[in-house]
């Protein structure tokens, strides 16, 4: 929900550049110019990547490229502090693939660590998803990034992003949050609720967990 630039800078060749998205894809609401600038206004919390290529203006064009990784986050608050350090979470829930016609029961445990300022700086998660391939009974590990926002009342927004083996994005999950109050002399918010929160449609992922 706020207007965001960035400028990608290349080296060598011969100049003028022109820059291309190649692979995944930028955060909706975002574009790359072919002069290398990224613009826009995000529209949705969650990590995305995408592969850049530049290509210069030699007679035998050479290319470079590169992968990055861009996290829109939700605005700070003040409240964010309440959810700081390391937190685990369990999920537990359904696939509604049909609605009212066939679901599967689904589950995922993950930790986290939450800066205090809104953003997930990492973590991972195991999930077991209708769509899930496991090798044998083993569900893989992903790693994660995400943001949250807390407000006034201890309530707000958590959102996941999860990453393949290859660093491609698998799922963005967005869950309400309600964190329980310390008692004193306790000063830390270590506990808390999760509902998913992420779709209005028929189906989708349904549940609730505890952070």
């Known amino acids: 929900g706020v207007a965001y630039s960035q400028q990608l800078n290349a080296t060598g060749g011969k100049t003028p550049y022109s820059y291309s998205v190649t692979g995944g894809a930028l955060p909706a609401g975002l574009a790359l110019s072919p002069s290398g600038a990224v613009t826009g206004t995000p529209t949705a919390a969650g990590a995305s990547v995408?592969?850049?290529t530049v290509t210069d203006s030699s007679a035998t064009p050479q290319t470079a490229t590169n992968t990055y990784t861009l996290l829109v986050v939700y605005p700070t608050t003040p409240n964010d502090a309440k959810l700081k350090g390391p937190y685990a979470y369990l999920f537990q829930g359904y696939d509604d693939v049909l609605s009212g016609v066939l679901a599967y029961q689904t589950a995922s445990v993950g930790a986290m660590k939450a800066d205090g300022t809104g953003v997930i700086t990492g973590g991972e998660q195991n999930a077991n998803h209708q769509s899930s391939n496991p090798a044998g009974t083993k569900i893989g590990t992903e790693q994660l990034l995400g943001t949250?926002?807390?407000?006034?009342?201890?309530?707000?927004?958590?959102?996941?992003?999860?990453?393949?083996?290859?660093?491609?994005?698998?799922?963005?999950?967005?869950?309400?949050?309600?964190?329980?109050?310390?008692?004193?002399?306790?000063?830390?918010?270590?506990?808390?609720?999760?509902?998913?929160?992420?779709?209005?449609?028929?189906?989708?992922?349904?549940?609730?967990g505890q952070l």
């Open 148 to 208: 949250y926002t807390i407000g006034t009342d201890n309530t707000g927004s958590i959102t996941i992003t999860t990453f393949n083996t290859d660093g491609s994005v698998d799922q963005t999950h967005t869950y309400a949050v309600s964190l329980k109050a310390p008692v004193s002399p306790a000063t830390t918010y270590s506990q808390g609720s999760l509902i998913e929160y992420d779709s209005n449609q028929a189906t989708g992922t349904r549940g609730s």
């Open 50 to 52: 995408f592969t850049v």
